[in-house]
């Protein structure tokens, strides 16, 4: 596979980031946020509503949409936890499925762990680049754009660096 062809992966949250794959090695892209409303059922119904107009516009066969991920050794997994962030992604990502079955279509989820690793949005940005060439300035369309690349192994993870701490079984 060289790129993923009707195809829609997404940067979901608040503010969400979308890619929508035909066959080349730049999507067409888009964004966009939540109402700046105190209510957070507004907020998700006015998302939710967003989302649905893409897939009806686009008509995708598949949906890939980054999943939340929670670590316990991570200092921001912890912190949106505690502030209230993680319930509401999850809110987010749920509504969007719904919204995915309402088009009969079973989205797949992806966690950002398997895609990027630990990298920050400056890192995912550099290798979009290195790979497509193109420059996304938001780095929710940029996810997504990454997450697309990795579907088709072009976003190749980079292993994690192992030290020379730890002595080998030779020695």
Known sequence: MDWLDDALTVDPGFDTGWAY??????PVTGFFSAPKVSDTAVKIGAL???FRKILAAKNPRRVFIEDQWFSEFSLNSMTSVKSGAFKKLT???????????EFNIVP????PIRWKGNMNDAAV??????????????SHICDAVGIGLYIVDKFIKVQ?????CQKSVED
């Open 48 to 50: 939710a509503d967003n």
């Open 21 to 26: 794959w035909i066959g080349l090695p730049t």
């Open 91 to 101: 809110w987010v990502v749920g509504g969007y499925i719904v919204v995915c079955s």
């Open 160 to 164: 994690p660096y192992i030290t020379n």
């Open 125 to 138: 940005r550099a290798r979009v680049k290195l790979i497509t060439g193109d420059e996304f300035s938001n």
């Open 108 to 111: 797949e989820l992806i966690a």
